[in-house]
């Protein structure tokens, strides 16, 4: 089975604070994703990531960077966390775009509260 | 019957019945969709997919529907059971690589 962990469930900082989440994916996936989850919105997508030390920006990067030094490991980065930023934090990884499935697995999500 | 709740719609049926969530997407270009279902402090769970090319596709106890003259999706459950009980999202992919492209969600609630 595909596993895809996230470092903490559930995480409070304080504002202007640095906050890392790190994911962990064990399939040798090539892409992964960070999202936001907030109620009546649905998933946004932060940044993605389809190989090492490449990245890309989603749909709501601002606020957020991201760090991809090896395969398995995807990190966001709130450089000064802020209170709009609390929000649940969720990673997915999946194979390249291709012909069986575009599936992307989904790690428990990360709570983060910015007081 | 279905409600806009505070936040997202909410589906009420009763156990053993059939469900139908229901999605409209917004992009006639794209090609692939996907539910996901959400239990409670969970990350999403892979449903079924189905690629435009498609018009239907059955699980096991569920069948996805698309219908792209009108860009609607939707979500069959065969004789809901409690365990169903759950936030669905569906998802569409558009675009180079993997991204997707989620819903709000439907809140589907099922009575004993």
């Known amino acids: 089975d595909v596993k895809v962990t996230q470092s903490s469930r559930y995480l409070v900082k304080r504002t202007g604070e640095k906050v890392f989440l790190e994911c962990v994916q064990d399939m040798d996936h090539e892409n992964m994703f960070w999202y936001r989850q907030d109620p009546g919105l649905g998933l946004r997508l932060i940044y993605f990531s389809y190989d090492v030390k490449m990245k890309e920006k989603g749909d709501i990067p601002e606020g957020y960077s991201v760090s991809r030094e090896k395969k398995e490991r995807f990190s966001l980065i709130l450089e000064s966390a802020s209170t709009n930023q609390t929000s649940m934090y969720l990673c997915?990884?999946?194979?390249?775009?291709?012909?069986?499935?575009?599936?992307?697995?989904f790690g428990p999500g990360t709570r983060l509260t910015v007081l | 019957g279905e409600s806009v709740g505070l936040h997202l719609p909410t589906l009420s049926v009763q156990e053993g019945d059939n469900s139908i969530i229901n999605c409209a997407y917004s992009?006639?270009?794209?090609?692939?969709f996907i539910w996901y279902k959400q239990e409670s402090g969970k990350g999403p769970q892979f449903i079924i997919d189905?690629?435009?090319?498609?018009d239907k596709r059955q699980g096991q106890r569920v069948t996805v529907l698309l219908n792209k003259t009108v860009k609607h999706l939707s979500l069959q459950i065969a004789a809901t059971q409690p365990g169903d009980s759950a936030v669905y999202f569906c998802?569409?992919?558009?675009?180079?690589?993997?991204?997707?492209?989620f819903g709000a969600g439907t809140i589907l609630r099922v009575k004993s």
């Open positions: 189905i690629r435009s090319n498609m």
């Open positions: 997915a990884s999946s194979l390249p775009r291709g012909e069986v499935s575009n599936e992307q697995f």
């Open positions: 998802a569409e992919t558009r675009g180079y690589g993997n991204k997707l492209v």
């Open positions: 992009n006639s270009a794209s090609d692939y």
